[in-house]
């Protein structure tokens, strides 16, 4: 069975106040020596995106896409009690993720009618996942999250860009820097080329310079899926 039980490897979860959401830190990360405390980095979030200030979307500054970041998310409540009564954790395996995506939820599926390599990932599948009963699979899980926005830190906001597009497949994205940049022209252009957020935070205020754009998802990916299950990983 390839999965990631509830609490294994799991970074220390320390919960803290944020305002109308829940906020949980993953770890004493270094993004808080560019942006100050995480709850400014919440703040900042909050007016950079109108998606993350609603009371539900709750905060997690965690390790992810090996950047350190602020994810902005949604608890999918209904899968996170079924996965708390499974005993299921964040799924881990590609090759479980693909067959998933081409399983209907909660319908049931000849097992004769899956592919050598589906069969193969349907022997890897952790507990709770899916069911298999009377040769047919049935399909249980979904994401368990939602993400609104990452927000990564940077000291420079061409680095900080870089960083950020590491997200452009999953969920809308913003650089925090610390001062304003001497070429904001420049900034601006690039920025929002990429649809990249640009926030500035020193010690007097927060200025949104670029706003994020508002992510689309085309279509379900065994990439996009797992990166929901990482941060599940930390926040379930």
Same mark, same amino acid.
């Given at each position: 069975m390839v999965g990631c039980r509830a609490?294994?490897?799991?970074?220390?979860? @320390?919960?803290?106040?944020?305002?109308d959401g829940q906020f @949980?830190?993953?770890?004493?990360?270094?993004v808080q020596s560019v942006t100050g405390t995480p709850e400014t980095l919440a703040a900042a979030a909050r007016a950079a995106s109108?998606?993350? @200030?609603?009371?539900?979307?709750?905060?997690?500054?965690m390790p992810v896409m090996g950047a350190e970041a602020l994810v902005c998310y949604r608890l999918d409540d209904g899968e996170a009690a079924r996965r708390h009564r499974a005993r299921a954790g964040s799924l881990c395996s590609a090759d479980v993720l693909e067959l998933l995506l081409g399983l209907p939820v909660g319908m049931p599926v000849p097992v004769t009618s899956?592919? @050598?390599?589906?069969?193969?990932a349907l022997k890897l599948a952790p507990p709770g996942a899916v069911s298999v009963r009377d040769g047919e699979v049935v399909r249980h899980a979904v994401a368990p999250v939602r993400v609104e926005l990452a927000v990564v830190a940077g000291s420079f906001w061409r680095h900080g860009l870089e960083k950020a597009g590491r997200?452009?497949?999953f969920c809308a994205r913003a650089v925090a820097l610390r001062r304003h940049p001497r070429d904001l022209a420049e900034v601006e252009l690039q920025a929002g080329f990429y649809g990249v957020g640009v926030i500035v935070i020193d010690d007097q205020s927060t200025e949104v310079l670029v706003p994020p754009a508002p992510f689309r998802r085309c279509r379900w990916t065994a990439a996009g899926w797992r990166f929901l299950e990482e941060v599940y990983r930390v926040v379930g």
């Open positions: 609490g294994e490897n799991r970074d220390t979860i @320390r919960p803290g106040p944020a305002g @949980r830190l993953a770890e004493a990360l270094g109108p998606a993350v @200030r609603a009371s539900e979307v709750h905060f997690a500054l899956l592919t @050598r390599r589906e069969t193969a997200f452009e497949p």
